[in-house]
């Protein structure tokens, strides 16, 4: 768009100057703040107020909304401009030709060169200013006089007569300058509010692209865990399935060989059985009774019953189990894959751990508990603590305060150096005297035992000795409420699997502590992420 096009559209449509402080009404026209203002003054007293442009009707007096847009749009036109015609303002009396203009007065409402400017008068009411085309901004729309005075009570420039005589009688009224350089310093103020919030704001936004990073970064480390053990998934299950085949195959081979020597056998008592039926024919048919009762094999042939027995015991045996197939094995080797999934569900299906907090409570009285609720020790120093219902009395145990009725959960807990300990979960139920109070000794709690270097899984006093150390010293602990399952892990790396008990729940689970004399065992921090 050319420059004089554009000028046309950025002219108000009453003073056919450029816009100065445009303002908008609802029906979108635009406008200088002072000409609308002007406009809607003088209709005032008809009761109705409309748009001078498209006459749309305002039943009170419009807002006027200021067009941010369009003004920058004006700087920004009038910035481009060339230095001495950036205001557009030339000199009244060089009518010969434009002489861009150095000052207006506002007095004689005129904008003088520097030749008229000095020949003109000086005489205090003549008030000079930069140059300007909308010298009626400046001046009052009631009386026609310069604005002088800042009404504090109507935020609004007055005159003289305004603050004297006119509406703005008995108002707070300041001097220009004096008005101006108090809201200078307001701005100023806000500014550096909004300075403020904007280094706020760019914190955030950094702390946020910081997130998004360790997140993209956990999420390609995620993904390489992912991958591998679906990679050993899928070649476990691969060789399962081999092993199973082949056991399969075995099994049916050898099912096959001792049937095939079976229907062997038959087939050759069958024939001897025909054979002997063949002489039985005929000696039935024959009329010398002497050689009927002299044949040497008639015993023989009378004496049906021969392996009978055998051959029926060993019939029913190969109808029933044909020497049997190894369901143990394969119900092993699918625990075995059961345990991966666990594995998947640790790592990728729970995003943080439980806030475990222990309950003094439930304390023994042997037993020191830290402020944080965290960390359980063993005091040689007695507790004078109450003895309520709840309380341990006689093993050295406490619970959490916290219990878990449904979802899946884990916690990591830190046995230190302690060689003896045991950890696990317990129903609310549980004894608490007597050898029945023991986590892992009766049917209300699963526990995971070390003692005398080597590790118990336990459960209603039955325990099943484990292969191998926790290396690490600390244990992964996780709950599948609705799948019955609780699990441990040895927080090496990677992590190890331990073992796991499957059940149906029927109570909510609590965390279960023993501790040994000189031990220590720390939960570890709920906020920490896989």
Same mark, same amino acid.
Request: charge should be negative; charged fraction near 30%; include cysteine.
């Given at each position: ?54 006459? =749309? ?16 749009? @004006? ?71 310069? /604005? ?92 399962l399935e081999e092993r199973f085949q082949d ?21 050759? =008592? ?38 009978d027995n055998e051959d029926r015991e060993r ?30 569900? $640790? ?28 960390? $359980? ?61 023991? @986590?892992?000794?009766?049917? =209300? ?45 040895? /927080? ?20 279960? /502590? ?7 065992i720390k939960i570890c921090g709920g906020n920490? =992420?896989?």
């Amino acid at each position: 768009m050319a420059a004089a096009d554009l000028r046309a559209e950025l002219e108000c449509s009453i003073c056919l100057n450029i816009y100065t402080d445009p303002v908008m009404l609802r029906c979108g026209h635009n406008f200088c703040r002072v000409c609308i203002g002007r406009v809607l003054n003088t209709q005032r007293g008809s009761g109705d107020y409309f748009c001078p442009v498209c006459r =749309k009707r305002f039943r009170s007096r419009p807002a006027l909304q200021r067009n941010i847009t369009l003004r920058n749009i @004006v700087e920004n036109f009038l910035s481009a401009q060339p230095d001495q015609e950036e205001s557009g303002v030339f000199c009244t009396h060089c009518v010969d030709s434009p002489v861009p203009a150095v000052r207006s007065c506002l007095h004689c409402e005129v904008s003088l060169c520097d030749k008229h400017l000095r020949v003109h008068k000086k005489s205090p009411e003549h008030i000079l200013c930069d140059p300007t085309l909308s010298m009626e901004s400046r001046k009052c729309s009631v009386h026609k006089k310069i /604005l002088e005075y800042y009404c504090t009570e109507d935020d609004t420039c007055v005159c003289a007569s305004c603050s004297l005589a006119g509406e703005h009688r008995g108002h707070q009224v300041e001097m220009l300058d004096e008005a101006s350089e108090k809201k200078k310093e307001t701005l100023r103020n806000v500014l550096q509010e909004l300075l403020t919030k904007r280094e706020e704001t760019e914190e955030r936004v950094q702390s946020l692209q910081e997130h998004r990073r360790k997140v993209e970064e956990k999420a390609a480390g995620d993904t390489k865990k992912v991958t591998a053990m679906f990679r050993e998934l899928k070649k476990r299950l691969d060789d399962l399935e081999e092993r199973f085949q082949d056991e399969i195959s075995k099994w049916a081979q050898g099912v096959s060989i001792c049937m095939s020597e079976m229907i062997r056998d038959l087939e050759t =008592k069958k024939e001897e059985l025909s054979r002997k039926m063949r002489h039985i024919e005929e000696l039935s048919n024959m009329t010398d009774p002497l050689t009927v009762l002299q044949e040497s094999d008639a015993g023989d042939l009378c004496d049906t019953e021969d392996g009978d027995n055998e051959d029926r015991e060993r019939h029913e045996k190969l109808l029933h189990d044909g020497g049997g197939l190894d369901v143990a094995e394969i119900t092993q080797g699918l625990r075995t894959l059961s345990d991966i999934i666990t594995r998947l569900n $640790v790592h990728f299906y729970i995003q943080r751990a439980a806030d475990i907090l222990l309950d003094e409570n439930t304390a023994h009285n042997s037993l020191l508990i830290s402020d944080d609720r965290k960390t $359980v020790s063993w005091s040689d120093v007695y507790q004078k603590r109450p003895k309520t219902p709840e309380r341990f009395q006689g093993y050295v145990q406490v619970l959490s305060s916290q219990s878990f009725s449904s979802g899946r959960h884990y916690w990591d807990v830190d046995v230190g150096n302690a060689k003896k300990w045991i950890i696990g979960m317990c129903y609310p139920s549980i004894e608490r005297r007597g050898l029945q109070s023991l @986590v892992g000794w009766n049917n =209300k709690s699963w526990g995971l035992v070390s003692k005398d270097d080597h590790y118990l899984a336990i459960h209603d006093g039955k325990g099943i000795r484990l292969p191998g150390n926790i290396v690490s010293n600390k244990v992964r602990i996780y709950l599948d409420y609705e799948a019955g399952r609780i699990a441990f892990y040895d /927080l090496c790396d990677p992590i190890r699997y331990i073992r796991t008990f499957t059940t149906t729940f029927t109570e909510p689970l609590h965390a279960g /502590l023993w501790v040994w004399e000189g031990g220590v065992i720390k939960i570890c921090g709920g906020n920490q =992420k896989m």
